[in-house]
C-alpha cells in the first residue's frame, strides 16, 4: 500500500501490514468488518463513512496513513518480525512531522518500540511527534475494541493536546 503522508498532518493511523482485502483492493482498511472508517466518522476526524478507496481524501482531514510492514500483508499473525521495519517508520515520520502517530493496534506498536505497551498515550521521544496506541480496529480484533480510546484520541487531536 502506498504511504498516505504529507509535511505537517495532524495525525498519521500506522497499522501493522495491510489486510489481504486491503492489498487486493489496493486501499487502506478495506476487510470486511474493519471498523476504521466508521469509527473515524463517529469520533468527528471526518465528516461522514468513507470508502476504503477513498483513502487519499484523508490528507484534506489532516490525517495519514502508513503501515509498519510495507512488503507484507495479512493478518499480523502471518507477518514474520523482519517484515517491521521500525527505521523506515521512524524516517518517514520525522520527514512529514505529524503532531501525533496513532498505532492502530498494540502489535505495530509494540514492533516499533521494542515493547509490550497498553493503550493510550506512550513515553515521550526526542524530537518525535506524540505517540498513542489505539485498539485495533481489524475484525479479527473485534474481542478487544473499545471505542472510547479513539474518542480520547479524537480530544487529543481536536485540542491540540500532544503531551504525552
Not at 85 to 94: H, K, N, S, T
Not at 108 to 116: C, N, V
Not at 146 to 152: I, Y
Request: glycine fraction near 10%; charge should be positive; charged fraction near 20%.
Amino acid at each position: 500500500m502506498p504511504d498516505l503522508l504529507a509535511p505537517d498532518l495532524r495525525l498519521v493511523v500506522c497499522g501493522s501490514a495491510a489486510g489481504t482485502a486491503s492489498a487486493h483492493r489496493g486501499a487502506y482498511y478495506a476487510g470486511p468488518g474493519n471498523k476504521f472508517w466508521p469509527i473515524l466518522a463517529e469520533i468527528g476526524l471526518t465528516p461522514r463513512v468513507l470508502r476504503p478507496a477513498e483513502f487519499p481524501l484523508l490528507r484534506d482531514f489532516g490525517i495519514g496513513l502508513t503501515d509498519l510492514a510495507k512488503h507484507a500483508f495479512g493478518p499480523d499473525r502471518t507477518i514474520g518480525r523482519g517484515d517491521y521495519d521500525a527505521i523506515g517508520l521512524e524516517v518517514r515520520i520525522r520527514a512529514c512531522r505529524p503532531a501525533l502517530l496513532a498505532f492502530n493496534g498494540k502489535r505495530a506498536a509494540e514492533m516499533f518500540l521494542g515493547q509490550k505497551v497498553a493503550f493510550g498515550a506512550q513515553p515521550s521521544r526526542p524530537d518525535f511527534p506524540a505517540i498513542v496506541v489505539l485498539p485495533s480496529t481489524s475484525g479479527l480484533a473485534a474481542g478487544h475494541w473499545d471505542a472510547a480510546w479513539w474518542h480520547a484520541m479524537a480530544e487529543r487531536v481536536r485540542q491540540n493536546d500532544f503531551a504525552p
